[in-house]
């Protein structure tokens, strides 16, 4: 009796491909034709799974998120205050780009986060809809970090702010602008383990300080 293949583990198995692919040679070498030769599948087995390319990317993506959310929650529950849990959050997020880049990348492709246009029948969650619990994270811990002045009623509005001068910091890092500018050399461009190198955990220090203000106990 044949049995039918597992369409589930198949699925995982060229995500699986994906990520290897996407962390080992970045964003460019995923193609559909190699992704496929990686999972050890016909060229055309992709297209059986996703249905289009852009699905494809936006799973392999998908683990990024993941990936990224699973390494926040465990470092941020190791801190004992809010600014410390916003510290950690705002280093491991800048710190993933570093070590991650094609992931990073791949993550924040306007053309994977539009993904609706190229898939609006595709059941679930928007690749875009990925990034809103961590917002959530940062908008919490930025509300109780700022201080409670008149008229600061908006604190997903300075966690916006902050997230995006995280990422802008993450990007121009990553594509050598900010070292260039700064000086750095390129010795002491790349972070250690969770450790930043020490220009780039000085500019998330001062992104922090400059979006929260004075900080509650």
């Known amino acids: 009796m044949s049995q039918e293949p597992d369409t589930s583990s198949l699925r995982e198995r060229l995500i699986d491909a994906g990520v290897e692919l996407v962390l080992a040679e970045g964003t460019a070498a995923l193609g559909l034709r190699e992704i496929a030769r990686r999972a050890g599948v016909s060229h055309g087995a992709p297209r059986r799974y996703f249905p289009t390319h852009h699905s494809l990317l936006s799973a392999i993506a998908r683990r990024g998120f993941a990936d990224l959310g ?30 991650r880049r094609g992931m990073f990348e791949l993550m924040f492709r306007h053309d994977l986060l539009d993904s609706e246009k190229h898939e609006p029948n595709e059941a679930g969650s928007r690749l875009r809809e990925s990034t809103l619990p961590m917002f959530g994270l940062l908008t919490g811990l930025v509300a109780h970090c700022r201080a409670r002045a008149d008229g600061d009623a908006r604190p997903d509005v300075a966690a916006a702010a902050l997230w995006a001068n995280l990422h802008g910091i993450a990007q121009l890092w990553t594509a050598e602008s900010l070292p260039l500018a700064l000086g750095t050399p390129a010795d002491e461009r790349a972070g250690a383990g969770r450790l930043l190198p020490a220009p780039l955990d000085a500019l998330v220090t001062a992104a922090l300080d400059a979006h929260l203000g004075p900080v509650n106990p």
Request: charged share 25%; proline share 3%.
């Open 70 to 99: 699973a390494r926040v929650a465990a470092i941020t529950e190791e801190a004992a205050t809010p600014r410390a849990r916003l510290d950690a959050l705002a280093r491991t997020y800048v710190g993933y780009a570093l070590e």
